[in-house]
Each structure stands twice: as C-alpha cells, then as structure tokens.
C-alpha cells in the first residue's frame, strides 16, 4: 500500500535540517515569537512509502500518520501563544461573533440582498424579500440579446378582487406606452357602470374604446376582412372560420367534410371578389356553404353528403350573424385601427355565455396579424381580460398556429384569467399556458387550482401555499427558468385612481 507523499517543508530528502534559533530567541519578552518546533519525530514520505501497512500502525501514536504535515512547519502567520496575553483578551476578536459560518452567511444574504430581475423594461413592484425593484418587460426580455425569454407571451392568474386588472392595466398597458414603439390592444370584458373598465384609461391615452353592442350600434367586425387573409393566408381564413364555426355551434367540430365543403365555398368566394372594390363579408360567403363541386365526380350519395356538410356550417354562421347582426354582418368598421398608441375592444356588453365574446377575440385575434404586417417595427401588447374565452376553448387553435408569426410581428399575447384549471390538460390552450415564458400568479382560492399553477409553471413546492395566503396587488412572479419572487405591485396615486375597478362605488360614496 502506497501513501501519497507529502514531503514536509523543512525537509530535503527525507533529513530534517536543522532550523536554527533566531536572535531573540533567548530574549525574555521576545521569545514567544519564536516558532515552536514539532517535538516529534516525522516520518518522510519516502520512510512510509518503504513501511507496510502494519509497520505503520505499531508506530508509536506520534508517527502513526506520516503524511501530515505538522503545522508548524508551515509557513504562516507566527502563534501567539502566552497564556498570559490570552488572559487578558488580546487574542480575542474585537467584534462579537456571527451564530453561523462565513459560508452559510454568504448563502443568507444573496437571498437578501439580491435583486431578481435587472432594470430593463417595465417597473413591476418590489420583491417582498429582499425590498428591492423587480423590473421585467416580456417582449423586452425576448428581444434582448441573448435572448432572456424563448416567448413573449404573458399569463396573469388569480381570483376575482386579487388585483391582476391593477396590474395588468399599469404594467401592461399604462407603462410600456412610455417605451419607445410600444402600443396596446386591448379585449376589454368588465362592465363598469355600462362600459368596460379600462374605458378611463383609454380617454387618459387620448381616444375612446370602440364598443360591441348586440344592438348594433356599435363596432363592428368581419370574419372575411381582407387583412385576415393578407396576414395569414387562405389557410389562416380558414382556420378562422372553423374556429367560429365551431364556437357558434356550441364547440361542435367541423368533421372533414365541412372542412372540405368550407374551403370550397372560400376559393369560390375569393374568385369572385378578387377584383371588387368591397370587401367580402360573412354574408357573401353563405349562398357557397351548399354548393358541391361538379368536377370531382362525386357520386350522387357523396355530392349530397358534401352538400348538407356545407349547409351546416352555413347554418351555424348564419345563427350567429342574425343573433349578432349588428357585431359580424357587414365590414369591419372604419374606426378599428391602430391608429392610437392604445386601442380598446369594448365587449363589455355582449353577453357573458354565448359566442359573441370569443368570436370578436378570435376576429380580433387575426386582423391584428394582418394589420401588423402593415407596420412593422411595433411592440404589441394584446390583452385578452378573461382570456380564458381565448384560451380555453375553440380558438386556442389560432393562438397555437399563429405563436411563430405572432412573434414576429411584435405580438405578446397577455392572457388574463382566474385560474387554470379551466383549461383542458390536452387542448391547444394548455400548450399555449405552458409556453408562455413570464407568469404573474395573483391569489388563488381553491388548492386545486394553486397546486395547478405549481406544477404547471414548476414553482417551489411551498408556493402553493403561499398562493393561497397572498393579499390584493401581491403576486409570485416568474419568468423563463429563474425561481419564482413574492412581488407587491405598487401604483403611483394617479394609477390607483385610474385602476381602481371599485371606482365607481367609491364616486356613489363620494356624492352621497
Ligand atoms: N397593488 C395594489 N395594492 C393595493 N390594493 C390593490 C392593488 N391592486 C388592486 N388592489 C385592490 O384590489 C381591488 C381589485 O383589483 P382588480 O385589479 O380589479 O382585481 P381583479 O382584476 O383580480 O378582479 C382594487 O379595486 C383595489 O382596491
Ligand atoms: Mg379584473
């Protein structure tokens, strides 16, 4: 058995040198300074590596470990070594101990003192540990280089009153106006004493939100409109169509055939206005859901089979457009454009259940891309309030085929909702969840949907309790991989009286 070898210092060859006594070494006063000499014999490396095992442990106790290197031959700081000195204090440290190590200190205080976010982008809140300014921006962030985020898309979760609409309308759409060529767009979907609460915000930007009324008299939109097509193509159209086709006929799919019998009526549709000045609109489109193509030799069963498949999408589109005239039938209205640094869809007062909200998304949704390949070079924060209408159901599909082009319009989706739990574990949307790469988790009550958000976005085990105990305007933040922060939103005086969805009471109090 071999030992590695360690030649002691002061050593050469295996023979100890004789170390001389300094000056002072007889000096009274002075000769605790002098380094005190091992007084045992040390075996040399070369000793050992000649003894067997056994010799070695019947060595007497003092040589019994050869390969250590007695201290005091190191060289080092010289021992101070009077008990009389030691008596009265002179060695002891001036300051009072830490209760713990230098190194587990130093693992205390990153936790403290380190800041989770840098500075770039948009002022959140502050982290609750360690005080300091959490500053995140998710289109930023993606477009930073490196890249910090893989997606610039946005979740903002939590329970009704937990303060994501606060959040959301300072942090999404208040504060990154002030950036350089960053807008918003907003599906505004809470009432507030008959209009849709970011309503303020919008006149405080200097327009007015275009409203969707069932009575008509409002904005309207078109599931033809030629920007739908020109940013996502014939295919895009027809994704469009499926999607409301199947919201309006109570998130029944088209089966292949009406698939087929839609496309068919669509390249009809699109051959005949091609040259016309006026846009097609949905009504253009119904007379061709029916008619069969004649040169396919389909036989008599099939051609009637492709015919009642295309009479069942039409009958479908048709319900919504008589249940909504005023919202679909027609082209889209002059005033929907980007014109404004923010642009609020007011649909506040369509009806909760029923397809109208999530057909106006999903329009919305797809002119967006058309109208953005106009004017590159913008930022788009696109907030869907209750995004559930957009994520949880049949348009999801959009969102999931559209995240590659999206992205590279400037598009960051920013999906507001309650809780996740609403979303099917196998659709499109729960994709569409999972890739969004910067998550705001506000207050959830039920521990289903708490430990939902911690297995989803891979939070610390304890966060789901902490989810459940956070208070109005705290939320746990995370973005890519980085660990989760306890965030506490603050908003400037004029913030909270622009986002206060309690407002409205708060005025009734005020006059009475
Ligand atoms: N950052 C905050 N600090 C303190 N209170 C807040 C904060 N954000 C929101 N709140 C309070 O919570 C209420 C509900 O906020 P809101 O954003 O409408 O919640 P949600 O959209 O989740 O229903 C607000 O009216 C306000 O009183
Ligand atoms: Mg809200």
Known sequence: MTHPTTPAAGTTHGKRTATKKP?????PGLKIFVTPVATSPVLTG??????SAAAVSDAPVSSRRPVDVPPFERPGSVLRASSGAAARGWYAPRLAGAPSTTRQAEILNTGIIGAPTGIDGVVNG???LSSTMISHD??????????????PNVLIIGTVGSGKSSFTKTVMVMRPLLLKNHRAVVFDKKDEGGEGEYAGVTRRMGTEPLRFDPDGSGTRFNLMDPLIARGTGLQGQMLLINAVARIARGDTPATEWEEKATRYALQLLFEKFQDTRRAATTTDLMPFLGLVPVDQGLSGEASERFHQAGLSIRFGLQNLLETYAGVFDGETSQQVDLSHKLTTFDISQLPDSGPAIPTVM???NMWLMGRLREERG?????IYEEGWHMIGGPSAQLVKSNQKLSRSLGISNVFVMHKGTDIPPDSPGYTVVQEAQTVYAFRQDRPEDARWAQETFNFAPDTAATLMGLNPGHCVFKYGSNPETHIRHIRSDWEVEVTNTDSAMAAGNATT
Do not use: H, M
Not at 23 to 27: E, F, H, I, L
Not at 46 to 51: I, K, L, V
């Open 362 to 364: 999903a329009i919305g």
């Open 46 to 51: 070369e000793e050992d590596a000649a003894g």
């Open 138 to 151: 998710a289109p930023t962030a993606y477009n930073a280089t490196p890249r910090k985020l893989t997606s």
């Open 378 to 382: 913008f930022v788009t924060n696109v």
């Open 23 to 27: 000056w002072y070494g007889t000096v």
């Open 126 to 128: 502050t982290d609750t």
